[in-house]
């Protein structure tokens, strides 16, 4: 797949950076990325990730859009309540790059059989116990991020790092493995955000991904930690 005149154009400010040139961005338009919950984390990163020109998305949400998610899922506007967010979200990511290779999955059951097809896939939302091992069996990273409040936090799984069950239940927290919650938007924006960099960085081989760490952020302080984690000890990794 080669960049057409108009993709050198578009993407020319990567395509001058040492990190990319036109064959790291020959990789992002070939890279198939899924990203599953389009709420306001999802939503940032699903964004960016168009605009990066990332040429095959799938975006995964079985749920309908609300008038709370307009508070913070920026992929979605007043004229789409009552739509399926997938389908909502696909509006605003076409219009970006409309030559984009896009999917649009909107059952809980279509989201497993779907994984072996990404490169990667950003999680932010779903059953993740199941997901992420899924992902990472069938070869792809997996991008977890979460948000609660104005804090927020991501990391990465690749095949043979430490997996999500290898993090201590603080951390976990983090990420959102709970119920639903209150939160900033734009703390939420900040994750997604970074959710998207790590994506990129894992297509185009750049960069130190965040595999056996998790980088947190506290809004309200405006502070950025980071942590690491290894394999814990009796844990099944997913890897294994």
């Known amino acids: 797949m080669s960049l057409s005149d108009q993709d050198v154009i578009r993407f020319s400010r990567h395509i001058i950076l040492p990190e990319v040139g036109g064959r790291g961005q020959k990789r992002l338009k070939e890279a198939s990325v899924l990203v599953a919950g389009l709420g306001a984390s999802g939503s940032a990163a699903a964004l960016y990730l168009a605009a990066a020109g990332v040429g095959g998305l799938t975006l995964w949400d079985p749920g309908v859009v609300t008038p709370q998610d307009l508070q913070g899922a920026i992929a979605h506007d007043w004229s789409r309540i009552g739509l399926p967010r997938a389908r909502s979200a696909a509006v605003p990511l076409r219009a970006i790059y409309p030559e984009n290779r896009m999917d649009v999955l909107e059952r809980e059951a279509d989201l497993l059989g779907d994984l072996p097809a990404h490169n990667v896939v950003v999680l932010s939302a779903g059953n993740w116990a199941e997901l992420g091992p899924a992902a990472v069996r069938g070869g792809a990273s997996a991008v977890f991020c979460g948000a609660h409040g104005a804090d927020g936090a ?50 185009l081989g750049v960069g130190t991904p965040l595999a056996g760490r998790v980088m947190r952020y506290n809004g309200w302080d405006c502070r950025f930690e980071e942590a690491s984690f290894g394999a814990r000890e009796g844990c099944a990794c997913w890897h294994g």
């Open 154 to 203: 991501v990391t990465v799984v690749t095949p043979g790092s430490p997996c999500l069950g290898c993090l201590g239940a603080e951390q976990a927290s983090l990420l959102g493995l709970f119920p639903d919650h209150g939160g900033i938007a734009a703390a939420a924006g900040v994750v997604g955000v970074m959710a998207a960099t790590e994506a990129i960085k894992l297509i």
